[in-house]
């Protein structure tokens, strides 16, 4: 499966986009978006394409919370009632919240109508929008239910990041980083040395970014063996953005909750594998420098494996499967590094109080 000639930018993805709203201007258009796309990014869409005048905007709100069944039977409600049928298209116009859902919600509609996301996110564009993974959380745990479906396809405009505060840019920033690990010493050096979101964050770096993720899905798209890799941080990174769902009145986005993720599987890594200290040290530093460092309350362990257990990857509740890193460029998967270990790589992060490993 080639996912890759979906994927489009610059003039030519607005161009094609162009192309694919006449296509389906009479059956049918409907652009799911949240609060802030509907303010900032929907005007920006209707005035570079035309023929969007009578489609169905559909709202939902933007907070995480929002990520469920619930949100998902509100939108099949109204395409009910905006008499959708098979052959319409919904545009998700949004972050990975706005593509997850409302891809899940297009994939099941009707058995399945056709769906474009249009990432506004930096995180959405180089991760959630690509891969044809979309679903909601049950009850705060991530992702719980959802459907392998790809968009027809997805368009990746530098024109949406500015309307990013700088929080969310580094959100993305996170999976970005992700990546170059996962990739080569070449990537995750070149993050080294520039040592900036915001130097990062332009269409070179975005595509590159992505095109790591497409080589991957490409390979493996039902994740029965190496797209497994993209998991990489996330294992303990989806627990902490759980638990400060839970606990935290403005809690921690996707990507900061993977940036400490991504510190602990590394110190797992270290230990299990022999990965290098010093880029340990060096990945530290680099989330140490962006990324304020976040107070659990006290003896969060017991509640961080819990949140574990339900992650998709385990094959049973007993053992905790983890995406891991053998060095730069080398990832596994598939590893069961015990409770042990991975209460004692919180507690590394939880040391990194001062902000810097030394």
């Known amino acids: 499966m080639n996912i890759s000639n979906s994927i489009y930018s610059g003039v030519v993805g607005w161009s094609r986009l162009q192309e694919i709203i006449l296509e389906y201007k009479k059956s049918g258009i409907y652009i799911l978006v949240d609060e802030n ?33 619930a949100s998902v039977e509100k939108i099949w409600q109204q395409l009910v009632v905006g008499n959708a049928v098979r052959n319409s298209l919904m545009i998700c116009l949004g972050g990975g919240l706005v593509t997850d859902v409302g891809g899940f919600a297009a994939a099941t509609f009707k058995r399945g109508i056709n769906f474009i996301h249009i990432p506004t996110t930096l995180l959405a564009m180089v991760d959630a929008s690509i891969g044809g993974k979309t679903g909601v ?55 080294i040395i520039l040592n900036s979101h915001e130097k990062v964050c332009n ?55 993977i940036a400490i993720g991504l510190i602990c599987e590394s110190f797992i890594s270290m230990r299990m594998f022999g990965f290098d200290k ?9 989330v140490s420098w962006h ?35 053998r060095k730069i460029g080398e990832p596994v998967f598939d590893k069961f590094p015990g409770e042990k270990l991975i209460l004692e790589s919180l507690h590394f992060y939880i040391n990194l109080e001062v902000g810097f490993f030394v």
Not at 52 to 64: D, G, K, Q, R
Not at 301 to 323: I, R, V
């Open 203 to 257: 269409e070179v770096n975005i595509l590159e970014s992505a095109s790591v993720k497409l080589d991957i899905v490409n390979s493996d798209f039902t994740e029965t063996g190496l797209r497994k890799s993209l998991n990489f941080g996330h294992t303990v990174g989806h627990a902490i953005e759980s638990y400060s769902q839970k606990y935290d009145s403005d809690p921690l986005l996707h990507g900061e909750a």
């Open 37 to 69: 796309t509907r303010e900032l990014c929907l005007p920006l869409l209707k005035a570079k394409c035309t023929g969007l005048e009578e489609a169905l905007v559909i709202e939902m709100h933007s907070n995480e919370s929002n990520k469920t069944i």
């Open 137 to 191: 959380n049950l009850n705060s745990i991530k992702n719980q239910i959802g459907v392998f479906a790809l968009p027809k396809a997805v368009f990746i405009f530098e024109e949406f990041l500015k309307t990013l505060p700088t929080r969310q840019k580094l959100s993305g920033y996170a999976e970005m980083l992700k990546h170059a690990m996962i990739h080569s010493e070449e990537l995750f050096e070149k993050f």
């Open 291 to 325: 990324f304020p460092h976040y107070r659990f309350k006290p003896k969060p362990g017991d509640e961080l494996l819990a949140l574990m257990c339900h992650d998709k990857k385990n094959a049973s509740s007993s053992q905790l499967n983890f995406s891991l890193i």
């Open 278 to 286: 010093n880029d340990l040290k060096r990945l530290a530093n680099l």
